[in-house]
Every structure is written in C-alpha cells, then in structure tokens.
C-alpha cells in the first residue's frame, strides 16, 4: 500500500496533469502512464478468471490502486479522452459502488468522455443500462425487511441522480425503460410509495413494452384501487 505522502503526490500530479492536457485528446503524463500500464495488467488479471462473481471480488480488490489517481482527474481535469477513469467507472458499477462512479459518470457526461471501445456504447447508455442492471441485482438479495427498504431507498436516490444525469441523452428505449423499471421497483421496496413506483413502471412499460413491469403495474393498480376504496370518505 501507497504511503499518505505517495498517494498526496499521485493525486497532485494527476490532477495537475489532467488539468494541462487538451479537452477531448487523449490523457498524458507520468501518473496516467503508470495507471495505463496498471490497467493492462488487471484486465490480464481478469481474463484469466471465468466466473463472474470472481471477476467481481477481484475487480474490488483491484480497484484501490486507481483511487487516488481518478480522484485527482476529477479534482483538476479539464475533459482529455482518459481510459483508465472510463474504465474504473465502469468497474466501480460492476462492484456495487454506485455513488463513485456516478462522481466519474458526471465528470465524463460533463466532458464528453467516451468509452473504451470495447464497452460498444456510449457513455451515456452504458451508465444508464449498469446502473439499472445493478440496482435490480441488487434489490433481488434476500435480506430482512428493513435491510431491504433502507438500501431500495438508496438505490432511489441513486437512480434519479442517474435519471437527472443523462435526461437529455438519446439512447435506446429499452434502456431507458430499464432504468424506469428499476426506479419503480426501488420506489415499491421502500414502503408507501406505491403511486410513485407506478408512475416509473408506467413511463418503463411507455418506452418498452415487453419491460417485463406488466404484471407489477397490475398488482400496484389493484393495491391503489383497494387502498382508496377503503380510506375514509371514499
């Protein structure tokens, strides 16, 4: 592990290095250098490994060694095309930590950063379509009820950050719908907000009617129904 006075230096001289290169070319310097050649070797790590769930641990394992220097791009960058930040990001999703690469997602949406080309989306579909897929893993983990509602609630949080941060982007329907349905579904886990978790199934079954959300929208239409029928003056 880097010394606090190691790490201090990484984060300085990436951002100072970040903050020099020109917007939209490609990253230079020493720190990004080491970073490119530290990546090369982690996803040599990776393709040796078959199953996923190891893919995963180890990409948490790996991850670390990045921070300091992603930390100083987004501290000083001015929007140079940058491998190693757009691919953290990405593996920061991968490993269920929405919030820091949501910090990378609006630092490349704000720049225009592109993906490596081996992701095969752009940058705003790719953060769309991952954070959907993981937050419905995520919400599909068997845990005690308040567990449960407590991380649906983050996950909210997480999903309109995410809504708000590529609104404007054209992508595919069915991505956005996916976002959609897991918005809905983070919404019914927390607890009394059903007509707001109808609303996002609704607008996920608008862009892509086979979201597979046909059958909750009914069992939330038929709870709403019963719950008005019963309240007082009804």
Do not use: C
């Not at 490994?49 to 220097?69: C, H, M, V």
């Not at 992603?70 to 095309?81: I, R, S, T, Y």
């Not at 976002?179 to 607890?191: E, F, P, T």
Request: glycine residues 6%; charged residues 30%.
């Amino acid at each position: 592990m880097n010394s606090p006075a190691r790490r201090h230096y990484q984060r300085v001289t990436a951002a100072r290095a970040a903050g020099d290169a020109e917007p939209g070319q490609p990253q230079h310097g020493e720190q990004f250098e080491l970073m490119a050649a530290a990546l090369w070797e982690a996803r040599r790590t990776l393709k040796a490994i078959r199953s996923r769930e190891a893919k995963i641990a180890k990409k948490r394992e790996l991850l670390p060694q990045f921070d300091d220097y992603v930390a100083g791009v987004l501290e000083g960058g001015n929007g140079a095309q940058d491998v190693v930040v757009m691919t953290v990001m990405v593996w920061r999703i991968d490993t269920g930590d929405l919030d820091g690469a949501l910090a990378i997602a609006e630092y490349a949406m704000r720049h225009g950063l592109d993906t490596p080309d081996h992701y095969e989306r752009d940058t705003a579909s790719l953060i769309t379509e991952e954070v959907a897929e993981s937050a419905l893993r995520s919400m599909d983990r068997e845990e005690e009820a308040s567990q449960h509602a407590e991380r649906a609630a983050r996950l909210s949080l997480i999903l309109a950050r995410t809504e708000a941060l590529t609104r404007e982007a054209d992508m595919h329907d069915e991505i956005r719908a996916k976002l959609y349905k897991a918005w809905g579904q983070a919404a019914r886990a927390r607890g009394n907000h059903d007509a707001e978790a109808l609303e996002h199934l609704r607008r996920a079954l608008e862009l892509n009617d086979r979201a597979g959300v046909k059958k909750d929208i009914e069992k939330l239409e038929r709870e709403l129904k019963q719950q008005n029928n019963g309240s007082p003056g009804a």
